[in-house]
């Protein structure tokens, strides 16, 4: 993971896909604990409680934690390659499960471990990805007549609004890629130093 953060999947994608007459059927999820991981995981199996295998890779916490199943299939012939798809693409908090009903044609071990990377890949591919971002998130207060110029200010730089008040002056929660260095000092040089700003945190943040 760097410092700039990572990528993960956006949306949950259902891809099916046959090989030599059985059916593989890939599914994605964005799964930021292990948990939630093995929740998706586990409806899955409730939905194809008869299927030959159910097999799954995840890595979650933002690359903290990878686990991986063949689920009966032979060793290393699923579960691991299905995670190197997984890591080659750099996604992080996510979980692929690949289900499989047997078509009654042996693939052997070389045509397992290609038919899961492919439905994995042909799945992920299908799925829209999203970039968590490290971030510094900043506590800027100033007064009224300060408002249209901070607005006009932030247009210049990726940022995300968290928080906002509006009682005697306006006080904000913003969060500011790591990449951009410069944040702090060049709001302070345009408001002359007349505005109050606070680093409270570095934090991920997904920016939209």
Known sequence: MSINGYIRVKNSIEKEIIIEKSRFICYTKMTETEDSAKEFIDSIRKK??????????????GGKIARFSDDGEPQGTAGIPMLEVL????????TVVVTRYFGGIKLG??????????????GLDDADVEENIFSNLFKISFGYEKYSLFLKFIEKYKHKTVYSDFAEGVEVEIAVPLAEEDFCEKITDYFLG????????????VYG
Request: proline residues 2%; charged residues 25%; aromatic residues 10%.
């Open 48 to 61: 194809h409680p008869f299927a030959t295998h159910n097999c799954y890779a995840y890595v979650v916490e």
């Open 109 to 122: 071990a070389g045509g397992l471990v290609r038919a899961y990377s492919s439905c994995t890949s042909a």
């Open 194 to 205: 007349k505005i109050e700003i606070e680093k409270k945190d570095e934090i991920f943040v």
């Open 87 to 94: 890591k080659n693409r750099g996604l992080k908090d996510t």
